[in-house]
């Protein structure tokens, strides 16, 4: 098993910044990608970025293109996503999640395990 665990989240005014962070603890040997996603009041769950583990590749939504930066340390395993330039429409829980398949993907039924998210409050 692996428990993820997001802190982070906060309040923040529109073009502001926060970092989220994900630590991951239990079986991290066996996951490979990492996601965030949110999910706002009403709507369904959305993909924001992913990366995998071991190596650089990455993959953004569009709407976080060019704002959002997601990262990880290995050595504290941990995953992180940079949010820079937020607007109101960022407002949302974010929720980490890991994978055991290597490939990066944006499908939220291909993710294993789930951390309980941290709230993202942007202001106008």
């Known amino acids: 098993q692996v428990q993820l665990v997001e802190s982070g989240g906060g309040l923040v005014q529109a073009g502001g910044s926060l970092r989220l962070s994900c630590a991951a603890s239990?079986?991290?040997?066996?996951?490979?990608?990492m996601g965030w996603f949110r999910q706002a009041p009403g709507k369904e769950r959305e993909f924001v970025a992913a990366?995998?583990?071991?190596?650089?590749?990455?993959h953004y939504a569009d709407s976080v293109k060019g704002r959002f930066t997601i990262s990880r340390d290995n050595a504290k395993n941990t995953v992180y996503l940079q949010m820079n330039s937020l607007k109101p429409e960022d407002t949302a829980v974010y929720y980490c999640?890991?994978?055991?398949?290597?490939?990066?993907?944006?499908?939220?039924?291909?993710?294993?395990?789930w951390g309980r998210g941290t709230q993202v409050t942007v202001s106008s």
């Open positions: 999640a890991a994978r055991r398949a290597m490939a990066v993907v944006t499908s939220l039924s291909e993710y294993d395990y």
């Open positions: 239990g079986r991290t040997f066996s996951t490979s990608a």
């Open positions: 990366i995998r583990w071991s190596g650089v590749s990455t």
